[in-house]
């Protein structure tokens, strides 16, 4: 029980994470025009709704670990390429085309996570997955709270770091059976 609950944290830091990577990666585009705009969400969420069931999937038969480990340190390279990329002034498309592919083929956190929880589950497999959701309400309340009080370089660290220490977390703190 204490092991299940130390991975249900994991999970819950993992989907608040993935919530304000996608965010930021999205927020980073908005001194774009609105039809640059459209086109990066789109093309973002179509390559996560396409590519996460196959990595989820993958997931199923090699480890869940170095799959969420993958997922997270993709994201990682993400949001380091978005800070490079609001550093430019005139920065090239396909640096643009390189994040998107990327975090939506590759960081897929929240459905490993879910499908980590999943394996974990209990007796009571709708408490983990509720709980899991209020990943998605701290995710925002943070990126509420760090869009008022952080300046815009100490958010692109602060962020950078947290995918850092969520990577290493996983790599040191998640066990599977198969790894």
Not at 39 to 66: E, H, M, N
Not at 166 to 179: M, S
């Amino acid at each position: 029980m204490k092991l299940r609950f130390r991975y249900l944290v994991f999970l819950l830091l993992f989907v608040l994470a993935d919530v304000i990577g996608v965010n930021y990666i999205l927020k980073s585009f908005d001194q774009q025009g609105a039809l640059y705009q459209f086109w990066v969400v789109i093309s973002l969420l179509s390559l996560q709704i396409l590519a996460s069931p196959i990595q989820t999937g993958f997931s199923d038969f090699y480890c869940r670990k170095k799959t969420l480990v993958t997922a997270l340190t993709c994201t990682l390279v993400a949001v380091i390429l978005v800070y490079f990329y609001s550093q430019m002034h005139s920065p090239p498309i396909l640096l643009l085309i390189l994040i998107i592919v990327i975090k939506g083929c590759f960081g897929n956190i929240i459905p490993l996570s879910w499908a980590t929880i999943a394996d974990i589950q209990g007796r009571n497999p709708r408490f983990l997955f509720g709980l899991a959701t209020g990943g998605y309400a701290g995710g925002y309340l943070l990126l509420v709270a760090s869009n008022r009080f952080l300046p815009n370089q100490q958010l692109h660290f602060s962020i950078i770091s947290m995918f850092a220490v969520l990577t290493l977390i996983c790599i040191v703190g998640l066990k599977d059976t198969r790894d």
